[in-house]
Nanobody, 121 residues
């Protein structure tokens, strides 16, 4: 599966932004989908994951209650709605597809190219 992330941009602190990830192929619904982010000089970190059906989600503590992951299997797309953004949320955001609802980047098989989110103070 090929993944294409989009929707990043510049937003002021306290604002909201939604990023999306479109998948090619007819097997999107067979993958659990995760979002990760990587800030300059830092390691890639887990943000959120959603199960194949969309019924189960899990979030990093740092974004719980602020970010929402969702998916539309008919559109082969996964979304990340980000609210109350902070400067420390500034990062490249990557979507990933895998066979497990994992918090570990290495357990995902396919990755999008990343979309940059910049939060100004």
């Amino acid at each position: 599966v090929q993944l294409q992330a989009s929707g990043g941009g510049l937003v002021q602190a306290g604002g909201s932004l939604s990023v999306s990830c479109a998948a090619s192929g007819r097997t999107f619904s067979s993958y659990h989908m995760g979002w990760f982010r990587q800030a300059p000089g830092k390691e890639r970190e887990f943000v959120a994951v959603i199960s194949r059906s969309g019924r189960n989600t899990y979030y990093a503590d740092s974004v719980k209650g602020l970010f929402t992951i969702s998916r539309d299997n008919a559109k082969n797309t996964v979304y990340l709605q980000m609210n109350s953004l902070k400067p420390e949320d500034t990062a490249q955001y990557y979507c990933a597809a895998g066979g497990m609802t994992s918090l570990v980047a290495a357990e995902y098989s396919y990755w999008g190219q990343g979309t940059l989110v910049t939060v100004s103070s």
